[in-house]
């Protein structure tokens, strides 16, 4: 279950600055979502990517599928302190159960 | 807003009590899941369901059971609770497992004395 592993664990950065956290797995993915958590609430999702190589963007952040499925990256410009939250990364292997498990999340806090 | 809803939102225990928490949903969605979160540990699966009376265990299953006799209600239940299940506890639906969204209650804060 802890074969994702999410990089950077906390993430302290500026308001203006750009930064990308990462989700990375030795395993094949057959789709991977992002989600945000905001303090005392659910998390929400960001995007679902489902092809090898796929980009998407959601406007300032962009998300990008691995060309082996195996990773995700998502990349923000510009930072905001709305931008605050939990980012988690959920795959779904493929199985008929789907998406069980989560990263353990990058923590980003945005100073104005 | 999906309509799930998880109570109680806040509650306080001793060690040794049962605990219920229950997760209910208005979406008629076929899957539920509950989730402990601990500083560090992101979200950890506790038991899943794909559909009524059909559940199963997660990462840490230990400790806790559940029953979802309707669709729209899925139960939690800390038969003696310990102090180490003290945490933020969330439940989650989907209509599909595989790329489907999955949406959040609020959660609820439990803590063992």
């Known amino acids: 279950t802890q074969l994702l592993e999410q990089s950077p664990q906390f993430l302290s950065i500026q308001e203006g600055e750009n930064l990308t956290v990462y989700c990375n797995s030795s395993?094949?993915?057959?789709?991977l979502q992002w989600y945000r958590q905001e303090p005392g609430e659910g998390p929400v999702l960001l995007v679902t990517?489902?092809?090898?190589?796929e980009v998407k963007k959601l406007k300032r952040l962009t998300f990008q599928f691995g060309d082996a499925r195996k990773d995700s990256s998502l990349h923000i410009t510009a930072a905001q302190t709305g931008d605050t939250g939990l980012y988690l990364c959920?795959?779904?292997?493929?199985?008929?159960?789907?998406?069980?498990?989560f990263g353990r999340g990058t923590q980003l806090t945005v100073w104005p | 807003d999906a309509g799930i809803t998880q109570s109680p939102r806040h509650k306080v225990t001793e060690t040794g009590t049962p605990v219920t928490l229950r997760c209910h949903q208005t979406?008629?969605?076929?899957?539920m899941y509950w989730y402990r979160q601990d500083p560090g540990h992101g979200l950890r699966l506790i038991h899943y369901?794909?559909?009524?009376?059909?559940?199963d265990k997660g990462e840490v299953s230990d400790g806790y059971s559940v029953s979802r006799s309707k669709t729209e209600d899925f139960l939690l239940t800390l038969e003696s609770a310990t102090s180490s299940q003290t945490s933020v506890y969330f439940c989650?639906?989907?209509?599909?497992?595989?790329?489907?969204?999955?949406?959040f209650g609020e959660g609820s804060r439990l803590t063992v004395l």
């Open positions: 959920n795959p779904d292997r493929g199985s008929t159960l789907g998406r069980l498990y």
């Open positions: 395993s094949v993915f057959s789709s």
């Open positions: 990517v489902v092809t090898g190589g």
């Open positions: 979406e008629n969605h076929r899957y």
């Open positions: 369901s794909y559909g009524v009376k059909d559940t």
């Open positions: 989650a639906i989907t209509a599909e497992p595989n790329t489907g969204e999955l949406f």
